[in-house]
């Protein structure tokens, strides 16, 4: 809450752990409010400061934001248009084409409705394993926590080993997928501003797999030398981001949108022939 009043500097007073309530804007005379939430301050010399023992924080509003002190993090992540089909639906990849943002453009065809749609999805440039005219399903769906979506773009040619696999995660509070799991693990650190005005703590991820353990940063990837949801020989973990969103404004994308901890993810799996 930012308070001013005539001989004081702005001054912002924040305090956690309690339900949403509407603070009055006037009060009659004689009339306390309600008491759950209140905060009682008083003036020291020219600045306000807390009854001791409220647990408040009272601070002078800055006109700037200071350097982050946290931890450097990526701001990639795993973004895709909605795509909704009938499960096991077969599409024959026609192109593939990336944007200048980075961004990835794929026209597909249904083959058995033979109309062609159109897929949109933002994920690192080496993530898609397949080639024009490669046989795919394709599923847009809640992750396997249900706390994020997940888009999997499967390969049908072939063996199963030596099929291609794209799967992202985006939100998700934690990664499970068949054998592999990654945890989201913020920092302690006073927060990083994002552009839209979102205040984040970023996060640490540690990835567990029968054959790998290990700690990621956000941009880091882990290559993991079997197949993962039974396609292909070898996969590769990208952990895109993660961070707990501590101050979420409406107009930020909807994963800062939301406070809590979200992550996204990218695992990719490599058939035999494949470039990792």
Known sequence: MLLQADGLDDTVVAWSSLAPQTVPATLAEGDDGDPIGRVTLFRRDAELVPVPGTGVEVGTLAESVRPSLCPSATDA??????????????????TIDL??????????????????????????????????????????????????????????????????????????ERLSFRELSASIDPVECD????????????????????????????????????????????????????????????????ARAALGVHGDFVLMTYGNGGTP
Do not use: K
């Open 99 to 172: 944007g200048p943002d980075g961004c990835f453009g794929l026209r597909v065809t249904d083959v058995m409705a033979r109309s062609m749609r159109s897929l949109f999805l933002c994920a690192p440039s080496s993530a898609v394993p397949f080639a024009p005219g490669a046989n795919v399903t394709i599923e847009d769906t809640p992750d396997e926590t249900n706390t994020g979506r997940m888009l999997r773009i499967a390969g049908l040619d072939g063996e199963p080993a030596s099929r291609s696999s794209l799967t992202l995660f985006a939100g998700v």
């Open 77 to 94: 992540s795993a973004e895709w248009s909605a795509f909704t089909a009938p499960f096991g639906r077969v599409y024959r990849v026609d």
């Open 191 to 254: 927060g990083e501003r994002q552009s839209c005005g979102a205040l984040t703590l970023p996060a640490l991820s540690t990835v567990t797999h029968p054959t790998v353990r290990t700690a990621l940063h956000a941009g880091d990837v882990v290559a993991i030398d079997t197949p993962i949801g039974g396609l292909g020989t070898r996969s590769r973990l990208v952990y895109a981001r993660g961070e707990r969103v501590i101050f979420a404004p409406s107009a930020c994308e909807p």
